[in-house]
């Protein structure tokens, strides 16, 4: 077993590509407080743990990352069937699911509410002082 450092580019790069999930993952979770939070970790210069990831060529259903966070989506509809094949390469994420598809959400996707696309936005100006919920950085919902 190795380590080795990534960064959230390369990782948004290699979504879906290279970088997909086991079909035995269970879907995303996070409401949308726990993704508010895990941003204002990061802002605030906050260790958010490390990855599991498994590089494989066995055969095993490869499941996409969401471009946009849908709550109840057909897990079905995000396999990809050409990854999947025994042969592939493909790195699986064994832990972290709900932290990376929080962070591709954030920096390279969106949230579906009622059909409605919404975006994250943040001012990275602010920070200087805490909510009422001891965030720093909330960001600011716009459709």
């Given at each position: 077993m190795s380590y080795r450092s990534q960064s959230l580019h390369q990782l948004i790069e290699d979504r879906n590509r290279s970088l997909f999930l086991p079909h035995i993952q269970r879907p995303f979770v996070w409401k949308e407080d726990q993704m508010i939070r895990l941003l204002d970790s990061l802002m605030r210069g906050y260790p958010i743990q490390t990855f599991l990831l498994w590089k494989t060529k066995e055969f095993i259903k490869a499941r996409k990352f969401m471009d946009a966070i849908e709550r109840d989506v057909d897990l079905h509809k995000l396999y990809d069937v050409q990854k999947s094949e025994e042969g592939v390469e493909k790195v699986f994420v064994l832990?972290?699911?709900?932290?990376?598809?929080?962070?591709?959400?954030?920096?390279?996707?969106?949230?579906?509410?009622?059909?409605?696309?919404?975006?994250?936005?943040?001012?990275?100006?602010?920070?200087?002082?805490a909510d009422d919920e001891g965030l720093y950085y909330s960001g600011d919902r716009r459709d």
């Amino acid at each position: 077993m190795s380590y080795r450092s990534q960064s959230l580019h390369q990782l948004i790069e290699d979504r879906n590509r290279s970088l997909f999930l086991p079909h035995i993952q269970r879907p995303f979770v996070w409401k949308e407080d726990q993704m508010i939070r895990l941003l204002d970790s990061l802002m605030r210069g906050y260790p958010i743990q490390t990855f599991l990831l498994w590089k494989t060529k066995e055969f095993i259903k490869a499941r996409k990352f969401m471009d946009a966070i849908e709550r109840d989506v057909d897990l079905h509809k995000l396999y990809d069937v050409q990854k999947s094949e025994e042969g592939v390469e493909k790195v699986f994420v064994l832990d972290g699911q709900q932290r990376l598809q929080t962070l591709f959400t954030i920096f390279d996707g969106a949230i579906l509410d009622d059909g409605k696309r919404r975006e994250a936005w943040i001012d990275l100006l602010s920070g200087t002082e805490a909510d009422d919920e001891g965030l720093y950085y909330s960001g600011d919902r716009r459709d």
